[in-house]
């Protein structure tokens, strides 16, 4: 009889934490300022937020302390792109594998949210790339391709904006293979059509990787996946 008290103890615990955690609101809009600059305290504030970032990255879950730490931050920095890196963290919560299913549909809105309002931004154009993932983790290959193909001149000219090096350096990821965004544009829809077995569009696409940025991981593993192609 203890033992089946104990268990119907353990049962409510868990329901209680599952309604919290279902219950728990995500912010999508924040009413951004339409015109977005850097701004020196802010990108010190965000780079010690990304640090906390990166640790729980290995958790592989939503973290609600770290979400309200940088749901503050966006609200108190609504003129800076400072915010948008903070609101792509935020997104990057929300896929995490063992929180995807109550989160994955807010990281979405996230996106859309980002590529709608701020597609000429470098964030934008990150949106886009993460927006493509998250279609081919739903089996919507198809979708994720034609998003990135036609978006490619877009996605392509952040090599060229000035505020991409700032995200870097935001998240810190400076001197890290997280610099070359092309070839992990490259990489996903190689390994996209890989999935979708058209091998020709696959192998194009990954041994772009291999040309352009050999010294890199995604280089490697670029490799590997064109070992699968018969």
């Known amino acids: 009889m203890k033992k089946m008290v104990l268990l119907v103890l353990a049962f409510c615990l868990i329901l209680n934490e599952i309604c919290f955690a279902s219950n728990f609101e995500v912010q999508i809009d924040y009413n951004l300022s339409n015109k977005l600059e850097y701004e020196a305290n802010a990108m010190y504030e965000v780079k010690l937020l990304s640090n906390e970032f990166k640790k729980n990255i290995e958790t592989e879950t939503f973290n609600e302390e770290l979400y309200n730490k940088l749901d503050l931050f966006i609200k108190k920095y609504k003129t800076s792109l400072s915010s948008l890196t903070a609101l792509q963290m935020i997104a990057g919560m929300c896929f995490w594998p063992a929180t995807y299913d109550l989160y994955s549909q807010k990281g979405e809105q996230i996106l859309d949210f980002i590529t709608s309002n701020y597609s000429d931004y470098a964030h934008g154009k990150i949106a886009f790339i993460a927006k493509a993932t998250a279609l081919a983790q739903k089996g919507m290959k198809t979708e994720a391709i034609r998003l990135q193909e036609d978006k490619y001149?877009?996605?392509?000219?952040?090599?060229?904006?000035?505020?991409?090096?700032?995200?870097?350096?935001?998240?810190?990821?400076?001197?890290?293979?997280?610099?070359?965004?092309?070839?992990?544009?490259?990489?996903?829809?190689?390994?996209?059509?890989?999935?979708?077995?058209?091998?020709?569009?696959?192998?194009?696409?990954?041994?772009?990787?291999?040309?352009?940025?050999?010294?890199?991981?995604?280089?490697?593993?670029?490799?590997?996946?064109?070992?699968?192609?018969?």
């Open 153 to 230: 001149e877009v996605i392509l000219s952040i090599e060229k904006d000035k505020n991409f090096q700032y995200f870097i350096d935001e998240m810190n990821l400076k001197n890290t293979d997280d610099e070359y965004l092309m070839a992990g544009y490259y990489n996903l829809l190689g390994s996209i059509y890989l999935d979708i077995k058209d091998n020709q569009n696959a192998s194009i696409n990954l041994n772009k990787v291999i040309k352009q940025y050999p010294n890199i991981y995604y280089a490697k593993i670029s490799q590997e996946m064109l070992k699968t192609i018969k």
